[in-house]
């Protein structure tokens, strides 16, 4: 009986130890994508906390099943077998959203979209298209820069302003049309309205003509935003107040949705 008893603890301890690496594994894969996807071992015992060893034995793994890649540089890269991962989730969040932004277009009368922060770059991942002729139109799986547009003011507005200047510095700010923000500066002033105020605006800045209106999905899993695109002349002041608050509300449907307490979860 002992032995069993025995047994019984050593099963336990196995099992927690087993779920701690797992913990510790996605959380390495996340702090690799947040420094740009490539990083050296010490780069992530400094903002992990875990000893070099842990990391070492945990970062063998993730490249022995292929989600990882050690460079000749010896830094480790994130690794080919993501990238199925993350486009079937990409799917899944874009059909789990596509209810909700078909109720934003029915309310709105403008194009809805969702978009997620991806490394440096926005990707859209849904979109519901207006039903009126002239409408916009952004193809699923298009990605831009965040500094010239209202979905990326909205996913950058919930980071450090030190972390966007780094993004920014990566990516540059080429100006799209002559109303686009090309200066760190600039774009941080940006990103407090967006605090201050709750949402955020793209003025003629990624296409002449078009403005939209973009707020963040709380609490989401991964950083996400949803907003409406139109013509200016449709997208104006009057109609901007009457279309922020719905899709505030939207946005906080979808994050309900999204942690599985909302309806159709």
């Known amino acids: 009986m002992p032995r069993s008893s025995a047994s019984t603890s050593d099963s336990a301890r196995s099992s927690a130890g087993g779920v701690q690496s797992l ?9 690799m994508a947040d420094a ?29 099943c292929g989600y990882v890649r050690q460079q000749p540089n010896r830094r480790y890269a994130l690794g080919p077998r993501l990238i199925r991962l993350g486009e079937s989730a990409s799917r899944l969040l874009g059909s789990w959203a596509r209810p909700h932004l078909a109720r934003l277009v029915e309310e709105t009368g403008e194009t ?32 831009v820069l965040p500094h010239s547009t209202g979905v990326g003011k909205a996913l950058l507005a919930g980071f450090p302003d030190e972390e966007v200047r780094a993004l920014l510095a990566r990516t540059g700010m080429p100006a799209a049309t002559d109303r686009t923000i090309t200066t760190p500066e600039g774009f941080l002033t940006a990103l407090a309205d967006v605090r201050r105020l709750g ?5 003629n800045e990624q296409e002449v003509g078009v403005r939209c209106l973009a707020v963040p999905v709380p609490d989401s899993p991964t950083a996400a935003a949803i907003s409406i695109s139109g013509p200016a002349g449709r997208v104006t002041q009057a109609a ?7 899709l505030q509300q939207i946005a906080a449907e979808l994050s309900e949705a999204l942690a599985g307490s909302g309806p159709g979860a």
Do not use: C, W
């Not at 979109?127 to 193809?139: A, C, G, I, L």
């Not at 949402?199 to 003025?203: F, G, K, L, T």
């Not at 901007?240 to 719905?246: H, L």
């Open 112 to 143: 809805a979209n969702m978009a997620l922060l991806d490394g440096d770059e926005v990707v859209y991942v849904a979109q519901v298209p207006s039903k009126h002729s002239m409408r916009m139109f952004t193809e699923v799986g298009r990605r």
């Open 240 to 246: 901007q107040e009457r279309i922020v608050p719905v």
């Open 23 to 31: 913990e510790r594994a996605f959380d390495l894969l996340e702090r």
């Open 36 to 64: 740009g996807g490539e990083v050296g071992l010490s780069e992530l015992a400094a903002s992990s906390g875990l000893p070099l060893p842990t990391i070492h034995r945990l970062m063998r793994t993730l490249v022995a």
């Open 199 to 203: 949402y955020a605006v793209d003025d």
